[in-house]
C-alpha cells in the first residue's frame, strides 16, 4: 500500500507547505505544476522544481522551509486518514493478509505521519523512498515490498493513489488498484493498472475477490 494519498490524507498539507515555503523565497507554484509531482520521491520532484523556477532558486532554504510548515500543520491539526482505510485494514487482519507500506517518503517522515494519524505500529513493513536506488515509477519500492513480505509479487496486490505509483506497481508485476486522490488518471496510469477504483471501500471488495479466487490470473 502506498502511504500519502492512499492511507493518509497528506497531500493537501504537503501542497500547502511547498507552495507558501516557495511563495516565502519569491516563487510561484501553481496547482498543476504540484500535480506534477505527486507520488515522485523528493529528489525527483527538487529537480523539477529547479528546472521550473531556475538554477537561481534558494534550493537549501526551500529544503528548511518547507518541512517547518508541513511539521507545523500537522502538529496542530494531525493527519487524517483516508475513507476506508479502516475497513479495509480490519478486513486484512480477519483473513490474516500479510501488508507493507511502500511509500516515496522518507523513513522519518513515514514515521512520523503514521504516528500523527494514529497508526504508529500498525505496519509491520514500511520500505520508503530513502531506501531503494530508484523511486516512483520504478518499480524498485515495490520489488522490495515483496522481498520483505517473501511473496512473488504476481502473488501481491499494490493500492495506489498516483501515476508515479501504480506504474511502479505494475513494473514489478502486482496486481496494481488505482484508487486517484487529487487528479483524473493518464491514459498510462489506467493501462498500467489492474483496477481503476473509487475508494478503500471498493478495493476491499476487489482483494475479496482475488483472495477467493485460487488462481488470480483469471481475473484479468
Not at 111 to 140: N, W
Not at 176 to 199: E, G, K
Request: charged content about 25%.
Amino acid at each position: 500500500m502506498d502511504m500519502d494519498g492512499l492511507i493518509l490524507d497528506t497531500e493537501p498539507l504537503y501542497k500547502a507547505a511547498w507552495q507558501r515555503a516557495a511563495a516565502d523565497l519569491g516563487y510561484e507554484l501553481d496547482d498543476s505544476f504540484y500535480l506534477t509531482l505527486v507520488g515522485r520521491p523528493t529528489q525527483d520532484c527538487e529537480e523539477a522544481l529547479l528546472r521550473r523556477c531556475g538554477p537561481a532558486f534558494p534550493l537549501e532554504n526551500f529544503r528548511s522551509r518547507w518541512p517547518e510548515l508541513w511539521r507545523l500543520e500537522v502538529t496542530q491539526a494531525g493527519i487524517s486518514t483516508k475513507p476506508g482505510l479502516l475497513e479495509f485494514l480490519s478486513f486484512i487482519d480477519d483473513h490474516g493478509l500479510p501488508v507493507a507500506v511502500a511509500t516515496s517518503s522518507d523513513a522519518d517522515y513515514a514515521t512520523f505521519s503514521l504516528q500523527q494519524a494514529g497508526l504508529d505500529g500498525r505496519f509491520g513493513i514500511i520500505v520508503t523512498g530513502d531506501q531503494v536506488a530508484r523511486g516512483k515509477p520504478a518499480p524498485d519500492i515495490y520489488v522490495e515490498a515483496a522481498r520483505r513480505l517473501e511473496i512473488d509479487p504476481a502473488h501481491c496486490v499494490a493500492l495506489e493513489d498516483s501515476e508515479a505509483g501504480v506504474i511502479s506497481a505494475a513494473g514489478a508485476g502486482m496486481f496494481a488498484l488505482l484508487i486517484p486522490d487529487w487528479t483524473t488518471p493518464s491514459d498510462a496510469a489506467v493501462q498500467a493498472a489492474f483496477r481503476v477504483l473509487a475508494s478503500l471501500h471498493e478495493a476491499r471488495q476487489v482483494v475479496a475477490a482475488l483472495v477467493a479466487n485460487a488462481d488470480p490470473a483469471a481475473k484479468r
